[in-house]
């Protein structure tokens, strides 16, 4: 899956070690500090993690366009960090794209490729093709190598038709009648796999696209919250932000909570207030 | 003249203390084809002459108005490939803004960051200032704007303006047809009249091009047909 891996700079670790002196740079992957860092790891040094957020995110195609949903927890380690953020991002009217992954990275690169793609329309005249914000997308991540930790579920509809893309941290992408990514992902494929058909309509399209991000949301720690859907079809774009919300909040006294003295347990221990003079 | 013993560089001062590159500039402008613009109460609308150099060129593949963000848009009287430069700096220079404030570029944060890319090329070596003055029209949360930029970066706001071949003719014609409380199709007829004082042969909505911006905020370039159809309510 498209998850972020330091050991990848080491797999490529070995070989002769060329000093820059002699030979000039040609460009690609500079493979010069690999054996420093299987040095470092020898001696007990580990690479810093990065902070991922769990995410459930789907996306499929039916009869009259492609559906996207997500969940909206974003979660830093086991804290709850926005309990209704947004993961559907604006690309263009007719394309939209789930971000999985650190939420930074997925944000920064929507972002960019959005002003790119806006660019481009004013240079053609022409709506802009899922494919080329692929193109662009993916351009980009290879070239960070998978640093930028941003997991896609891409999904529009253009002159060519319906169209559904996953796109991993390292830059490789997949073409699919359905997907999901996050780490919610199995979940939702589970009911990906059972109940997917080609020529779904619209609402049976929503329906199992809910039931897809309930199935994240539930079985999965790391998504939680509600379900943004997001439909696209020829000429029309609906952002159904807040679909369902499977997780109210519930037990709220309306008298408010009121802690009477002596319910708190004690110790034992003498309380010593701490000398003012230090 | 001294003057024209100070015209070769671009970076020297003449002793009449004018940079004379660019009053040569200027005068490619005065020869380029006529353009203007009109703010009405509501919107606002620029225009220009499209006389193409033979009767065998595409007409549809020659666009002179363009579009540098949704709400704005630009004509020019001069040199075509160097307004193109500046409209592609342009619309890049109003993403940037948006990716940084996630705001559309306001129309006088956008006419600024243009006119300072005009006076950068007379200012640097190397380079020559470019040969159009551009006529920004836009819609923002100040309402309708209307702006003219010169080759020497200066810019300065009006209510209606015209630029290229005929500029005496048709800037007189305008301050008599000019109204503060114009309706924006007011204004559409106007600038079609003014561009027809000057006008050598028949004018249709194939040899004229007419870009409007009203409240929706949505800048868009006139069809031929459209055009037409403003000529017959002219007549």
């Known amino acids: 899956m498209g998850y972020m891996c330091w050991s990848s700079e080491i797999a490529y670790s070995g070989g002769m070690a060329r000093f820059a002196a002699d030979v000039p740079t040609r460009g690609g992957f500079s493979f010069d500090l690999c054996q420093r860092n299987e040095m470092l790891l020898k001696k007990g040094n580990q690479l810093p993690t990065f902070r991922k957020t769990g995410t459930t995110i789907v996306g499929l195609v039916f009869e009259d366009g492609v559906i996207l949903g997500a969940d909206t927890r974003a979660t830093e380690g086991p804290i709850v960090a926005d309990k209704n953020c947004e993961k559907i991002h604006y690309m263009a009217p007719n394309i939209y794209c789930c971000g999985a992954g650190t939420a930074a990275d997925t944000e920064a690169v929507t972002d960019m490729v959005s002003s790119q793609l806006q660019l481009h329309r004013y240079a053609t005249g022409r709506e802009s093709r899922v494919v080329t914000a692929l193109t662009l997308l993916k351009s980009h991540l290879f070239s960070y190598q998978g640093h930028v930790s941003a997991a896609l579920v891409l999904g529009g509809v253009d002159i060519t038709g319906p169209h559904l893309h996953t796109v991993y941290p390292h830059g490789s992408t997949d073409t699919l009648p359905f997907a999901t990514m996050g780490s919610g992902s199995l979940a939702a494929m589970a009911i990906f796999e059972s109940k997917f058909r080609e020529g779904l309509t619209r609402d049976e399209g929503i329906k199992l696209v809910s039931e897809a991000i309930c199935s994240g949301i539930f079985n999965d720690l790391g998504s939680g919250s509600n379900v943004d859907v997001c439909v696209i079809t020829r000429g029309q774009t609906e952002y159904l932000r807040n679909h369902q919300l499977p997780n109210p909040r519930t037990y709220v006294s309306s008298r408010g909570y009121n802690f009477l003295k002596g319910h708190t347990g004690k110790t034992g221990e003498p309380y010593i207030p701490p000398n003012p003079r230090r | 003249m001294g003057d024209s013993q100070y015209s070769f560089s671009l970076t020297t001062f003449s002793p009449t203390g004018k940079l004379v590159q660019i009053e040569h500039a200027l005068t490619a402008v005065g020869s380029g084809q006529t353009s203007l613009g009109i703010k009405a109460a509501n919107g606002v609308v620029i225009a220009t002459e499209k006389k193409l150099p033979s009767i065998l060129v595409d007409e549809t593949s020659v666009q002179k108005i363009q579009l540098m963000t949704t709400n704005i848009g630009v004509v020019y009287s001069g040199m075509g490939p160097d ?129 409007i911006v009203g409240a929706d905020r949505k800048f868009r370039v006139l069809t031929p047909a459209e055009i037409d159809d403003y000529l017959a309510e002219v007549e």
């Open chain 2, 83 to 211: 307004s193109r430069v500046l409209v592609r700096k342009s619309r890049k220079q109003a993403q940037q803004y948006f990716r940084l404030y996630k705001e559309p570029i306001p129309v006088t944060q956008l006419v600024r960051e243009t006119a300072a890319v005009m006076q950068e090329f007379t200012q640097s070596g190397g380079v020559r200032p470019f040969g159009v003055s551009l006529l920004v029209a836009g819609y923002d949360d100040n309402g309708p704007q209307l702006y003219q930029v010169d080759p020497s970066g200066s810019y300065f706001s009006w209510k209606a303006s015209a630029m290229g071949k005929n500029v005496s003719n048709a800037k007189t014609f305008l301050e008599k047809r000019y109204t503060d409380d114009m309706e924006l199709d007011d204004a559409v007829h106007t600038a079609i009249l003014t561009l027809k004082e000057g006008f050598q042969g028949q004018i249709s909505g194939k040899n004229i091009e007419i870009g």
